[in-house]
């Protein structure tokens, strides 16, 4: 017959004959999915089903390039992966589980570096970061200003530092760094970090319907509180977030 079957590349071997050709049972040798074994399936059966399941495990690697396929050996892509591994902030302080396909984008646990500097003498003051630590910002060529920024260093003295250890020179005017909360710090220029704010902010229940007054720094340490809590500060007690016990609306 030597006529071409349907779907099939082998062609009819039967002596010249009427009607459609029969389906092709030439063994054809085909790998299974995961690539493991080999079968030799009729051409017919691997037309209508596909190559064969092996049963073992997969064992392909998968999208995060470290992990493989625990499925067992099936048609398609593999899914992607699970697994989930423990690694360290980026100052090693800290450790969390996160999914492999994020495990090099690394995290920060939001704590101070704390790393020597290059200086030897001071450390790190940025929250935890990716790659080296910024250099010294009190090395002598960092520094042209009182800590406030408001005047430049060679009116305030005619002697040059020579090292990150030597005094920053202050001026007399206020320093107005922005501090956590958003006010800006009512101290003299100072060196050093800014102290608390000593602000009195006013506080409300979630309806505004209730106020009280309260140290900002207080409400600070107790605006991220989603129930009610109550810390002690100079002998008086604070609590937030407010609760007013009326009807919301």
């Excluded at 092709?24 to 085909?30: D, G, N, S």
Aim: positive net charge.
């Amino acid at each position: 017959c030597k006529r071409p079957r349907v779907g099939c590349s082998h062609q009819c071997s039967l002596r010249c004959h009427p009607g459609p050709c029969p389906t092709c049972t030439i063994p054809t040798a085909v790998s299974c999915h995961c690539g493991k074994q080999e079968f030799t399936p009729a051409c017919n059966e691997l037309a209508a089903n596909g190559p064969p399941t092996c049963g073992d495990i997969c064992g392909k690697t998968l999208n995060c390039g470290r992990h493989t396929c625990q499925s067992k050996c099936h048609p398609g892509p593999c899914d992607g992966c699970t697994a989930t591994e423990e690694i360290d902030c980026f100052c090693g302080d800290a450790k969390k589980h996160v999914p492999c396909t994020e495990r090099d984008d690394g995290w920060c646990c939001g704590k101070v570096c704390g790393e020597e500097l290059e200086c030897e003498n001071h450390t790190c003051r940025s929250k935890c970061h990716r790659g080296p630590c910024p250099p010294c910002n009190l090395k002598p060529e960092n520094v042209t200003t009182c800590p406030c920024g408001k005047t430049r260093l060679f009116l305030l003295t005619p002697i040059a530092r020579k090292s990150c250890l030597d005094p920053v020179s202050t001026c007399d005017k206020i320093c107005g760094k922005k501090l956590e909360c958003g006010h800006p710090c009512p101290a003299e220029c100072h060196e050093g970090d800014c102290l608390p704010c000593n602000s009195v902010v006013q506080a409300s229940c979630k309806c505004h319907s209730t106020h009280t007054k309260m140290p900002c720094k207080v409400l600070l340490q107790l605006r991220d509180n989603t129930e009610p809590t109550t810390i002690a500060h100079e002998g008086q007690e604070y609590t937030y977030p407010i609760q007013c016990n009326r009807k919301c609306g």
